[in-house]
């Protein structure tokens, strides 16, 4: 069985950000690197602070469209239910942290001991550190 995320990034500025991957991974490498043009990669969005798992794609697509539709107030209770302090839940996630636009298309492991967020692994989440 698959496993889909749906997830919250922010910024310094707590800016936020919501968007949903089969891949977390993956998702979140792109957002840290600013690989790819867009609102992450304009506002410096790349703090993971909230994510929950749903084993079904629509399941995961609705709760994203969900949280969209919440007000900011709404959304932030949602992240400091879980993440009071708005720590990167994924800090220790890469042996390096990647630099913005980088050119590599390679990213370095997770360490060992880190979570394994690629979507096959129903039993992961948490949503603190």
Same mark, same amino acid.
């Given at each position: 069985?698959? #496993?889909?995320? =749906?997830?919250?990034?922010?910024?310094?500025?707590?800016? *936020?950000? =919501?968007? =949903? @991957?089969?891949?977390?991974?993956?998702?979140?490498?792109? %957002?840290?690197?600013?690989? %790819?043009?867009? +609102? @992450?990669?304009? %506002?410096?969005?790349?703090? *993971? =602070?909230?994510?929950? &798992?749903?084993?079904?794609?629509?399941?995961?697509?609705?709760?994203?469209?969900?949280?969209?539709?919440?007000?900011?107030?709404?959304?932030?209770? *949602?992240?400091?239910?879980?993440?009071?302090?708005? /720590?990167? /839940?994924?800090?220790?996630? +890469?042996?390096?942290?990647?630099?913005?636009? !980088? !050119?590599? #298309?390679?990213?370095? /492991?997770?360490? !060992?001991? &880190?979570?394994? *967020?690629?979507?096959?692994?129903?039993? $992961? $989440?948490? #949503?603190?550190?």
């Amino acid at each position: 069985m698959r #496993t889909y995320f =749906v997830y919250v990034l922010a910024n310094e500025a707590r800016r *936020l950000y =919501v968007g =949903v @991957t089969r891949d977390l991974e993956r998702r979140l490498w792109e %957002h840290k690197s600013g690989s %790819h043009d867009g +609102y @992450t990669a304009a %506002h410096g969005v790349t703090k *993971l =602070v909230y994510f929950e &798992a749903a084993q079904d794609v629509r399941t995961a697509i609705a709760r994203e469209k969900q949280l969209k539709r919440w007000p900011r107030a709404r959304k932030v209770r *949602l992240i400091e239910d879980g993440n009071a302090g708005w /720590l990167d /839940l994924a800090i220790d996630w +890469y042996r390096s942290q990647p630099t913005r636009r !980088t !050119t590599s #298309t390679q990213r370095p /492991l997770a360490p !060992t001991g &880190a979570p394994r *967020l690629r979507g096959d692994n129903p039993s $992961c $989440c948490a #949503t603190a550190g």
